[in-house]
Every structure is written in C-alpha cells, then in structure tokens.
C-alpha cells in the first residue's frame, strides 16, 4: 500500500492508502464541506468511490500501448505509473502529494511548469524504449482513452495529438467531418476544432486544450456524483437514449449549469447526425473557473467515431455489403430526440448541402470500396430529416 493526500491546488482533501496494483483505496481523513463533495465523496462508501477515482484517473486498461509504457517505467499498473506521476492532470486541479511533502500547487501543476514532453514524442513514434528516459511526471500518465496519444506544448498552446489507428488514418476524415458538422451547426464556441497533422510520419488528430489554467473540467461521472445521482445515468454503459440525455439533463441543471436542456440536445443531435454511437463519461462534462462555483457545460470535444468509422465495431465492407440493414440499424438506433428539449438554437438549413461534404471528403480514400460515401451521405440527409421533424415539432 502507497499513502498520499489528494490536493486540490493547496488544499488537502483526503489522506489515504492505496494498492498500486489494483487501485484499491481507504480514506484515513477527509475534508469536510464543498471540496470533499465536489469529488463524490459525502457518502456511504467513500472508499469504494475514491478506488473508482483512483482507477479512472490513470491509463485505460483498453489502451493499445499500456503494456509497453507500463514496460518501460517499470510500473506495476496504470494506477503505479500516475502515482509515479503525481497522478497531475491537465483536466482539473487535483493531484498527489507523499507524506510530510511540502511540494505546492505552482511548483507542480504543469501549465506553469511543464512536463517531459519526451513522453509523447516516444509513444507517438512508437519507441518505447526511449520512455525509460523519461519522466512520469506528465500528462499521458492520467489522460483516458484507448487511442495512442500525446500532449503537445508550443508557443501557441497546448494541443492532444491523437494517432490513427489505420496505417493512411483513414478514420480520422470521419473526425474531421465531425468536427466541421459542429462548427456549422453550433458555432466554433460550442466545439472544440479538430485538424489532420503528421507527427513522426503518422497521420494524427490535433486539438487545442479547452481549457485554461484557473478551469476544471468535470467528466460525466463527476458531474453525476456532484448532482447526487448515483444510480440515474446508463451514460456509464457508453449508450446513448432518450432516457440517459434525459438524466443528463438533470444533472446538469442540478449542479447549476445555464441552458442543460439546449446543450444536451446539441450533444444528442450531432450524435444523431453523424450516426456516433459513443456517449460515455468521459466524452463530456463541465467547466468552472477554479475559483467559482459556477459551472457551464464543456463544448463537444471528442469527434472519434464520427460518419461511420467505426459503427459499433462494424466492418467497412460489412456496411457497404448491406446497405438496407444499415439504414434499418440508423433508424432505430438513432430514433431518441425529444422534442420537449431546447431547440431554439437549432437552423434547419444550416447543414444543407453537407452530404456533398460527406461525399467529397471520402471519394478520396482510395482504401474505401467507392459505394461507402454514397452509403454515409444517404445515411446522413436520413438523419437531418428526422433532426429537421424533431426540431420543428418542439
């Protein structure tokens, strides 16, 4: 067992142990108050619930690269390596101190000092071994997701670097598309931009950090647990339904966001529209400057998936072999909108004419069969039919 403190900033929340392998922790001393509760943790089973804290805020397990960076630092488990790391994220202010350290919140955090940005260029390249050099003290260590990726500094910010997962990153045009759809639909301050890049001759997905030094972000486990809805959400499951946009909508509203109705329907619609079955915790949340207990909800930030790549696991051919099931499958998986949502911001011709998009975007992947864009573009103007239905019956 491993003892630490939960800092948030300077402030101590929680004394406890943990299994460095299996993450399981016990609380010897907890704050009182806000702080404690903003994580969850004013109830039965605080233990339980910080394990789960522990767990999450490490590498996925289903992290294609786990075991090679595990490998490399000589770390028992991910929840090991962001102990190693201070379990510091660019996400929130929270984070590890040992025993009787007197290490503080701007000696640390990494928007004032940085990080080993050797880390990503060594996973991103797929040199492995070069991590042994490398410190743990760094992004990587706490950032969920399966995908291989790496934070970038420069003199213009600092950006996720995400790695295709197909040799010619033929999936990341489906992000791109993604990404375009929001920023017509909603405007660019309600997404988060998204562009293609190369990095160590791998095409990759680049975005800017949405956040700034005083914010947080809030993923949607946390965002539950602050509404006291521990048992409401089937977000967790990572499906998407009338019922758990519903709940969203709750929670939401609970912890004092403006407009839950009208964010949950944008985040419900683009869903719909770019026929994205992924809706899970950690593809959406809050934000509040650090200093207020004010939180609005975080713009749409995660296009992976997006226009079919994949659907729900499906192969390409699979799709363009039976496109009559597929348009079968859209209708009822994507059926969910409620028209008592806000749809007041929503403009029916704001897409017009996007499927040429969908078909210009695709017809260059030579890797595709030719039939694969038509399929997406016929699925796509299904979709803004019965979005334009939803939205006009509100």
């Known amino acids: 067992m491993i003892r630490r403190t939960l800092m948030q900033r300077d402030r101590e929340l929680i004394d406890f142990e943990v299994d460095p392998v299996t993450g399981e922790a016990r609380i010897f001393d907890a704050a009182v108050g806000n702080w404690a509760a903003s994580l969850g943790l004013d109830r039965e089973g605080r233990d339980q619930v910080l394990t789960?804290?522990?767990?999450?805020?490490?590498?996925?397990?289903?992290?294609?690269?786990?075991?090679?960076?595990?490998?490399?630092?000589?770390?028992?488990?991910?929840?090991?390596?962001?102990?190693?790391?201070?379990?510091?994220?660019?996400?929130?202010?929270?984070?590890?101190?040992?025993?009787?350290?007197?290490?503080?919140?701007e000696d640390v955090n990494f928007f004032d000092n940085g990080w080993d940005q050797g880390f990503g260029a060594a996973v991103l390249l797929g040199d492995y071994v070069r991590l042994a050099a490398c410190s743990p003290d760094a992004p990587e260590v706490t950032t969920s997701g399966h995908a291989v990726k790496a934070w970038e500094r420069n003199d213009d910010g600092i950006y996720l670097v995400k790695a295709a997962e197909y040799p010619d990153g033929i999936e990341l045009v489906g992000a791109k598309l993604g990404f375009d759809l929001c920023s017509l639909l909603f405007g660019e301050g309600c997404c988060v931009s998204l562009d293609v890049v190369e990095r160590y001759g791998r095409p990759c997905s680049i975005s800017?950090?949405?956040?700034?030094?005083?914010?947080?972000?809030?993923?949607?486990?946390?965002?539950?647990?602050?509404?006291?809805m521990w048992e409401s959400s089937s977000l967790s499951k990572g499906g998407i339904t009338a019922q758990a946009c519903d709940a969203l909508v709750d929670a939401y509203a609970a912890i004092g966001v403006a407009d839950a109705s009208a964010y949950?329907?944008?985040?419900?619609?683009?869903?719909?529209?770019?026929?994205?079955?992924?809706?899970?915790?950690?593809?959406?949340?809050?934000?509040?400057?650090?200093?207020?207990?004010?939180?609005?909800?975080?713009?749409i930030f995660d296009y992976d998936g997006a226009f079919g790549f994949p659907l729900n696991g499906t192969s390409i051919s699979y799709l363009c072999e039976n496109p009559s099931l597929v348009e079968l499958f859209c209708a009822q998986r994507f059926s969910f909108l409620r028209p008592r949502w806000d749809w007041s911001w929503y403009d029916s011709r704001a897409l017009d004419g996007f499927e040429d998009a969908i078909m210009k975007a695709y017809a260059s992947c030579r890797s595709l069969p030719p039939v694969f864009a038509e399929l997406i573009a016929h699925l796509f103007v299904a979709q803004r039919d019965y979005v334009n239905n939803v939205a006009s019956g509100a």
């Open 52 to 105: 789960t804290l522990m767990v999450r805020r490490a590498l996925s397990p289903m992290r294609k690269d786990l075991d090679d960076i595990l490998a490399a630092f000589g770390a028992k488990s991910p929840v090991d390596l962001a102990l190693m790391g201070r379990g510091l994220s660019l996400s929130d202010q929270f984070w590890y101190r040992a025993p009787g350290s007197s290490e503080r919140w």
């Open 264 to 299: 949950v329907a944008r985040r419900a619609c683009f869903s719909c529209l770019s026929l994205l079955l992924d809706f899970n915790p950690s593809n959406f949340g809050a934000i509040r400057k650090i200093d207020s207990d004010v939180w609005r909800a975080a713009p």
């Open 208 to 228: 800017p950090l949405m956040l700034d030094g005083d914010e947080e972000l809030a993923d949607g486990n946390r965002v539950f647990a602050m509404a006291d």
